[in-house]
């Protein structure tokens, strides 16, 4: 399964010319290209879908989403188990 899941910029950087940051997606954290949405700051969320963040939502979205990709299981499928780093 492929699905867009939302997360919390923790940093931004650059690499090889690229937007980066690093998202928490509520104890998993990865890296992810942060080009589609270049005004984003740290502490505001996005969704991330193949690695690329796609767009901005709110803080009560995200953790609503969160919570439902954890009770239909596919949470794990998607990000691997909870403090993996990437």
């Keep these: 399964m492929c699905l867009g899941v939302p997360g919390k910029i923790v940093d931004i950087y650059?690499?090889?010319g690229l937007k980066m940051g690093r998202v928490d997606f509520g104890g998993v954290t990865k890296e992810a290209c942060l080009e589609y949405v270049p005004d984003i700051q740290v502490g505001e969320y996005t969704v991330i879908h193949?690695?690329?963040?796609?767009?901005?939502?709110s803080e009560a979205d995200a953790q609503e989403t969160l919570a439902l990709l954890r009770e239909v299981g596919a949470f794990e499928e998607e990000l691997g188990a909870p403090n993996e780093i990437t």
């Excluded at 193949?50 to 939502?57: D, H, K, N, P, T």
Aim: glycine content about 10%; overall charge neutral; proline content about 0%.
């Design 14 to 16: 650059e690499a090889s």
């Design 50 to 57: 193949v690695g690329f963040a796609i767009s901005r939502l």
